[in-house]
């Protein structure tokens, strides 16, 4: 973990994808890091809390994502250099900050990282493609495909950012966060935990109108000179794999981890087209890549998720090339990652070739479900033995026929819930939604529900959904799982425990408090060890008209220092 | 080398896949190789499958292994070897930990089911007590993997020298552990 912080240039040492950027963002000079767990981002907030001292950097997990977004605008305000990393529905989360904050653009360089999970490996909610918001924000996107690149767009997205007074975007795949390969070091420099300055520029920082329109035409200025600048970088990059100068009929573009795929892919089928590998995916290159198509007769587009590349290549096509032949979606899924051998696949019959790897051939469609032929099903994820949420379940299962009860469930180690032995969670969906879904079925059906949120979720999105279940009137159960940490994520600490990001002691915010703060007039705070007072309470708090609450407090068997 | 070396590790959370994973990428750079390797966090913890891929050589692209393109597949748990089979080809090599961690619910698959099933790709297949062996020999059968590997390199089942592996077990693993895995290194024959 220290080497991260080894000062030695030139120096090749084996890094993560996500400490690669975070050796970047080092190596640049970062002040300020902000983040909310999440993985497949969730090693940039666990490092920084190790290192933030020592690398003489402010850290903090926030309470969402959005308020880590405000958190690092508000620095960057002040002139500092930030970091703000999350996964991909954390910027769900955060893009009503992102939104405004790309029309105002920063004063310190920003960079936000946001990290994809195709295939969905610890993503309960939804498999999202961040590349949209390019068209929402405008923001410029940078798209590394390796540890070493991490770095290096880190580096650059910095730079771009301070020229151009703009947050920069890098968006990284699950493939690309949790892979490791040896990065080399350049020099990192002295950082002293320093102070910024706000200096006062209404005109700069308030959105107001008809400001905001103004913003709007500078920020779309901006990214056209990011745009001649994305043209000539060279990290836009054409290779030319063949020696001779016959020219290839077919070419390919792609970007992120499916580089990596393509050209293992050249090399097992022994192919050397030529390759325009894209850094940016937003402002694309365009006269690039109109120069790279205009003389092809074929183009075969690698990317993952939805083909917006592909789109976008389609529409220069049209102008430069329209009888260019466009292959993408029609030779690889929309859903879930691409696999090496997908990616051969689709070489091979661009070039008309058959290709079969092992003993299986798989034809992806477009809608294909993209995951690997198994013989043996993937075993589950189970709670721990021990853990405190067993006894609230056991609890519940003595009041109430399962059968008979609507179940909410939320995000972490309580989505497990769904799986057997335990099958109660009758919806899932986002954070906080646990809470703010049953007040509608409630109201909606009046059927007997029971909803458990996580402590980390309560205080994440969970907050504003119980103030509307008390003002409107609606009488769920509500279990709060509170195990003193965020468990599923890593036990990074969150606003219940009492300790910052950097391990300083901060005044812990009790959930009870809050409950009882926003109105609830049934609530108990219970140890499920007590299983009686547990069980006791859930049959008195069913059978309530108003909203009632149960604060399980246990923590974790993981959290040190219970 | 002339060819790179495709590795698949699986098992089940919580043994110890991941800093496996770290020991032999270092070792691998110790021999100055490209090294790649992916792995996953976060829900395939909890008990859950586990599975790592590294690749090293001259040039690595891919972190990902190609289906039907690993050279060697360690299995820290009997069962979860038979996920490994779509990275398996005729040449492939199948190390399994003969230990088995039930899956609630599930009939658990035994040695001869599962030995059928592999051989459908693969003949190469070595069986071994890991679990039983570091339980025996050093009192903790946690280090399997560290086993598994040591057996792979003095065997040659893997190119890269027990020095390196050795060296590199020492970098990664905390002093207060480093005894009982340099112990474990030293059972593998």
């Known amino acids: 973990m220290r080497e991260i912080l080894l000062n030695r240039p030139g120096k090749k040492i084996i890094l993560l994808g996500n400490e690669a950027i975070i ?20 090693e940039i907030g666990n490092v920084f809390s190790k290192i933030a001292k020592a690398a003489g950097v402010y850290f903090e997990f926030s309470t969402n994502e959005k308020v880590a977004l405000e958190a690092g605008a508000g620095a960057s305000f002040s002139g500092l250099k930030s970091l703000v990393a999350m996964k991909h529905f954390g910027l769900n989360v955060a893009s009503d900050a992102l939104m405004p904050l790309c029309y105002i653009g920063v004063e310190g360089e920003m960079v936000i990282l946001v990290a994809d999970d195709p295939s969905c490996w610890s993503s309960a909610q939804s498999e999202e493609n961040t590349r949209a918001f390019a068209y929402l924000a405008h923001i410029p996107i940078l ?7 991490c770095k290096d767009f880190t580096k650059l997205a910095f730079k771009l950012s301070k020229k151009f007074k703009i947050p920069i975007m890098i968006r990284v795949t699950t493939r690309v966060s949790h892979q490791k390969c040896p990065v080399k070091l350049d020099k990192l420099p002295k950082i002293k935990r320093k102070l910024g300055k706000f200096i006062k520029n209404p005109e700069k920082f308030s959105t107001m109108p008809p400001r905001v329109l103004e913003m709007k035409r500078e920020l779309l200025e901006k990214i056209e000179k990011i745009k001649e600048f994305s043209e000539k970088s060279e990290i836009n990059l054409i290779e030319q794999l063949a020696t001779s100068n016959k020219r290839q ?38 006269k690039k890549i109109k120069k790279f198509i205009k003389n092809l007769k074929k183009v075969l587009i690698i990317e993952e998720l939805e083909g917006y590349l592909e789109k976008e290549i389609k529409a220069f096509a ?13 030779l690889l899924s929309e859903i879930g990652e691409l696999h090496p051998e997908d990616v051969t696949f689709a070489l091979a019959r661009f070039v008309g070739r058959k290709y079969a790897s092992g003993d299986i051939f798989r034809y992806r469609s477009k809608y294909k479900i993209s995951t690997p032929d198994s013989v043996f099903q993937k075993r589950p994820p189970q709670l721990c033995p021990g853990c405190p949420y067993w006894l609230v379940l056991s609890a519940v299962n003595k009041v109430v026929d399962p059968k008979k009860v609507i179940f909410g469930g939320g995000i972490g180690c309580y989505m497990i819930f769904r799986l057997p032995p335990i099958e109660m969670q009758d919806y899932l969906s986002c954070m906080g939604s646990s809470i703010g879904i049953a007040h509608g079925i409630k109201k909606a059906s009046g059927q007997k529900l029971i909803t458990f949120i996580g402590d980390s979720s309560f205080f994440h999105a969970g907050i504003p959904a119980l103030i509307n279940a008390v003002v409107n009137k609606s009488n769920p159960l509500i279990i709060i799982l509170d195990n003193r940490t965020t468990a599923m994520t890593g036990h990074q600490p969150h606003p219940g425990v009492g300790k910052t990001g950097m391990g300083e002691k901060t005044r812990a915010i009790k959930i009870e408090d809050i409950v009882q703060a926003c109105g609830v007039k049934y609530f108990k705070v219970i140890d499920p060890i007590n299983q009686k007072e547990f069980i006791k309470t859930i049959k008195d708090f069913l059978k309530k008209k108003e909203v009632s609450v149960i604060v399980s407090k246990r923590p974790c068997l993981f959290v040190k220092n219970k | 080398m002339e060819k790179n070396f495709n590795l698949f590790i ?9 800093t496996l994973l770290q020991i032999i990428a ?20 909890r008990g859950g499958s586990v599975e790592v891929h590294l690749r090293f050589g001259k040039t690595i692209y891919s972190p990902l292994v190609s289906q039907g393109g690993a050279d060697l597949i360690i299995s820290l748990e009997a069962q979860e070897s038979l996920r490994g089979c779509h990275f398996a080809s005729k040449e492939t090599i199948f190390l399994v930990n003969d230990f088995f961690i039930p899956i609630p619910n599930r009939k658990i698959k035994d040695k001869k089911e599962i030995l059928k099933e592999i051989k459908k790709f693969s003949q190469k297949i070595i069986f071994i007590p890991a679990s039983e062996i570091c339980q025996k020999g050093v009192g903790a059968k946690i280090t399997a993997g560290i086993f598994l590997l040591s057996y792979a390199s003095v065997n040659n089942l893997i190119p890269l020298k027990p020095h390196a592996i050795s ?3 020492k970098k990664v693993i905390p002093k207060k552990y480093l005894d009982l895995n340099l112990k474990t290194f030293k059972l593998a024959k």
């Not at chain 1, 970047?24 to 999440?38: D, H, I, K, Q």
């Not at chain 1, 798209?143 to 690149?149: K, L, R, T, V």
């Not at chain 1, 792609?254 to 050397?272: C, D, R, V, W």
């Open chain 2, 26 to 45: 270092e070792a691998a750079l110790m021999e100055r190789y490209d090294v790649k390797t992916s792995e996953l966090h976060g829900l395939s913890q």
């Open chain 1, 23 to 42: 050796r970047g963002a080092l190596e640049s000079g970062v002040n300020f890091v902000s983040t909310y767990p999440g993985t497949p981002a969730s």
């Open chain 2, 10 to 18: 699986n098992g089940v959370g919580g043994q110890g896949i991941l």
């Open chain 1, 318 to 330: 049209k102008d430069i090339n329209p009888k260019l032949q466009v292959f993408g979606k029609n």
């Open chain 1, 249 to 286: 009929e077919g070419g390919i573009v792609t970007s992120g981890i499916s580089y990596q795929y393509i050209m293992e892919a050249q090399k097992e089928l022994n192919l050397k087209l030529p390759v325009l590998k894209l850094a940016f995916f937003h402002p694309l290159p365009e």
């Open chain 1, 143 to 149: 798209e590394p495909s390796n540890p070493q690149e």
């Open chain 2, 167 to 169: 060296k590199a077990i």
